[in-house]
């Protein structure tokens, strides 16, 4: 049985192509595991606070050591922690704004990054503790950033290949919907991106 995780980060609702795709991938992963489970998080819904001074020095802090103040302080930190380590698969909305991921996926990045729980240092530096997971990234962006000009400024999937790679989650996948506001590109993007998932 797998417990699939579907985090979504655009400010699109309905109207979202991101969550558009990261549902299309769900699908076809409960199509592979009809046993799966899906636990879905808008990160949107959720009004995910950005780290504080106060929330970043008590990550430092060893659990028995804190306080009943530090530990309420963290405590949305541990239960997205604790619902990530959970999941065996986590499909991630990923819309390019400004070139870059929204500032609620960057807040969720900066809660789940926690020294010694999801991350360590080993004598050859940096060692990512969340493994054996797989992530499929639901990219959707106006311009197309795959190939051409356009890809010195994504700094969406390499972003996320790269810091969840720290993390330890280094099996991932990004299926795009790009070119979604390009004639003669936008009027197939969503059925091209959708009818390009393979799940592995």
Same mark, same amino acid.
């Not at 010694?116 to 992530?135: A, H, R, S, W």
């Given at each position: 049985?797998?417990? *699939? &995780?579907?985090?979504? +980060? +655009?400010? !699109? ?8 795709? =990261? ?5 076809? *992963? !409960? ?16 009004? *995910? ?13 060893? =659990?028995? !050591? ?7 302080? *963290? ?14 698969? $986590?499909?991630?909305? /990923?819309? &390019?704004? @400004?070139?870059?991921? #929204? ?22 530096? #940096?060692? =990512? ?16 950033? +795959?190939?051409? #000009? =356009?890809? /010195? @400024?994504?700094?969406?999937? #390499? ?7 720290? &993390?330890?989650? %280094?099996?991932? %996948?990004?299926?795009? /919907?790009?070119?979604?506001? $390009?004639?003669?590109?936008?009027? !197939?993007?969503?059925? @091209? ?8």
């Amino acid at each position: 049985m797998k417990h *699939i &995780l579907h985090l979504k +980060s +655009s400010i !699109q609702g309905k109207e979202s192509y991101s969550i558009k795709l =990261g549902q299309a991938i769900v699908e076809k *992963i !409960q199509d592979k595991y009809s046993d799966s489970t899906l636990e879905e998080l808008n990160l949107v819904d959720i009004d *995910i606070p950005h780290l504080t001074p106060a929330m970043l020095r008590t990550f430092f802090i060893p =659990g028995d !050591q804190l306080t009943e103040e530090e530990k309420e302080a *963290i405590r949305f930190s541990d239960e997205l922690v604790k619902q990530l380590l959970a999941a065996d698969i $986590v499909v991630i909305g /990923a819309p &390019l704004i @400004n070139f870059t991921i #929204p500032t609620v996926l960057k807040a969720w990045i900066d809660h789940i990054t926690r020294a010694g729980i999801t991350f360590g240092y080993g004598e050859n530096g #940096p060692v =990512g503790k969340v493994t054996g997971k797989k992530i499929y990234v639901a990219m959707s962006s106006g311009g197309v950033y +795959s190939y051409g #000009p =356009g890809v /010195a @400024n994504d700094f969406v999937a #390499p972003y996320l290949k790269a810091f969840l790679g720290f &993390l330890g989650m %280094t099996d991932l %996948t990004v299926f795009r /919907a790009e070119g979604l506001k $390009v004639p003669g590109v936008k009027e !197939q993007a969503m059925e @091209n991106a959708i009818d390009s998932i393979l799940i592995d």
